[in-house]
């Protein structure tokens, strides 16, 4: 019997395979190691198949096309309702199986290697900078129990940090004092890091061509512009500007029902509100 539409349920070292006939009569749904995975697929003939958005899955995609499948990616909230009872490898790659060939389904664009690295730089930052608050949060809460306050704003710690790198001392315990320096020393070491990446993120957005044009928008500068790019590419899998917005987050959520219309509130999504 040819296959002609597969489910794969993604995992680390153990995988999960559903694949169905024309006729959707099941032909195997099977568990593979890492390693049997490419070889499994090479010697199937050309087919559709469905996997869930998650992590690695850009990379499966590519390896997968790249054998001459049809790859689709699907947001796994759009696969939990064809998730009949339980919970098990092989009922999840029943659900995507089904969910791949639902002819309203949506799907993720595939992302290319350049994309996930320019993405890369996102990310890295992103979490920097949440150190960096935390950091920041834990710094003034210390000193504040001495009576040292210091304000609002990175600026301002910042150059509280340098003072004290530069050797002012505070009217503390010498515990202390060596304690402050070092989360000082810490926060410089990660406010150099994260201006490391602004730099590749701006030296990027002069060498890219779309990122110069998105550039021309009014408010994007090159940290929004980059992050557009990386994550949606020429934006082909995007039918007109409303879909897009929705995907940013900028729509706000319809709770309609009846002839009740309620829209809830708008939650930007997309590489943080900041970006936004």
């Known amino acids: 019997m040819e296959v002609t539409t597969i489910g794969l349920d993604l995992a680390k070292n153990v995988f999960q395979v559903h694949g169905i006939t024309e006729g959707e009569e099941v032909v195997f749904n099977r ?14 003939e050309r087919c559709l198949i469905g996997m869930e958005a998650c992590s690695s899955a850009h990379y499966w ?6 054998l001459g499948h049809e790859v689709r990616l699907i947001p ?9 009872r339980g919970k098990s490898d092989a009922i999840d790659a ?19 290697v350049e994309q996930q690295a320019l993405l890369s730089l996102h990310r890295a930052r ?19 129990e001495f009576g040292v306050c210091i304000a609002r704003g990175l ?5 509280f940090a340098e003072d004290i790198l530069a050797g002012e001392v505070l009217d503390l315990p010498e515990i202390a004092n060596e304690v402050i320096y070092n989360m000082c020393e810490h926060l410089m070491a990660l406010h150099a890091r994260i201006r490391w990446y ?13 990122v110069r044009l998105l550039r021309t928008i009014p408010g994007v500068g090159a940290m929004t512009a980059s992050a557009i790019i990386a994550s949606i590419g020429d934006g082909h899998q995007f039918s007109n500007g409303r879909e897009f917005a929705a995907w940013l987050g900028l729509t706000p959520a319809n709770k309609s029902s009846g002839r009740k219309e309620k829209l809830g509130r708008i939650e930007a999504k997309f590489l943080g509100s900041d970006l936004i």
């Open 76 to 84: 796994p909230i759009y696969v939990k309702p064809y998730v009949k």
């Open 198 to 210: 602004e730099d590749r993120l701006k030296q990027v957005a002069k060498d890219d061509a779309r």
């Open 155 to 159: 600026a301002r710690v910042i150059g």
């Open 31 to 44: 568990p593979l190691r890492r390693a049997q995975l490419l070889p499994f697929f090479s010697k199937i």
């Open 61 to 66: 995609a590519r390896e997968l096309t790249a």
């Open 94 to 112: 029943a659900a995507i199986c089904e969910a791949v060939t639902r002819p309203t389904m949506r799907f993720v664009a595939i992302k290319t």
């Open 126 to 144: 992103d979490l920097l900078v949440r150190q960096r608050t935390q950091l920041i949060n834990g710094l003034r809460g210390m000193v504040a």
